[in-house]
């Protein structure tokens, strides 16, 4: 059931991983599976989510008390991405996320994905899913491992702009600090979703509408824009 138009059309950017695809036990084993090439002890939900921080070297600096070398950044990207995509195979959506698409779809309102997920896997796993028809745009990273959501938001929003999207009406919906910086960016609102890879505490320094469901975020939107 839809629950109505808001007052002045809003445009969601869903960001995929830790918000829309539930995917958070599958980062937690492959960051893990990734420590161990170096010896580093198994890290918590808990932990990681304290911890993290993107872009992720920074993140691997946390915890090692300085910037992985080069040939060390290779080896743990390498063995992240290996265990994490043979998990993310068998990973669900967050519960309810198709049901929001639909209503958003069915209000006749518009939204896009944006991942710095590989392009060319992230459409695969969108399709499977059969979520795809609900998006003006799918897209993905395209660069390096490193690329800021910041910039590849700005090409994103370039893009939709013969859809008449234009940033001060759009609302991302992410699960990262980085999420709302990107947001701020390019002129757009934030709200950021606890299931994710950040710590409620971490995501409230961001300074914008921190939830802990989808359908909050979604409602969030909404009154955002009216």
């Known amino acids: 059931m839809t629950t109505g138009r808001p007052a002045r059309a809003v445009h969601i950017v869903w960001d995929w991983n830790g918000t829309l695809l539930h995917d958070i036990d599958a980062v937690i084993a492959a960051t893990n599976a990734s420590f161990a090439e170096f010896g580093f002890a198994p890290l918590t939900l808990e932990r990681y989510r304290e911890l993290y921080v993107v872009p992720v070297p920074r993140f691997y600096e946390r915890l090692m008390g300085r910037l992985p070398t080069e040939a060390e950044w290779e ?10 995509w043979q998990a993310a195979e068998e990973t669900g959506l967050t519960p309810g996320a198709e049901e929001l698409l639909r ?3 069915a209000d006749g309102l518009t939204q896009s994905l944006l991942s710095l997920a590989p392009h060319d896997r992230l459409v695969p796993l969108v399709r499977e899913h059969r979520i795809e028809r609900y998006f003006l745009r799918v897209d993905g990273r395209t660069g390096p491992s490193h690329t800021s959501k910041a910039g590849h938001l700005v ?3 370039q893009a939709l702009e013969h859809s008449g999207v234009a940033p001060e009406a759009t609302v991302l919906i992410g699960d990262a600090v980085d999420d709302a ?4 960016h390019v002129g ?6 606890t299931g994710g890879s950040h710590s409620r505490t971490s995501l409230e320094s961001a300074g914008v509408p921190v939830v802990d469901t989808l359908a909050e975020a979604v409602r969030t939107a909404r009154e955002l824009a009216e």
């Open 181 to 184: 910086l990107a947001a701020a």
């Open 188 to 193: 757009a609102r934030a709200v950021l979703y």
């Open 103 to 105: 209503d958003w779809q």
């Open 155 to 157: 090409r994103h929003m």
């Open 75 to 84: 080896v743990m990207d390498a063995t992240f991405h290996r265990y994490y």
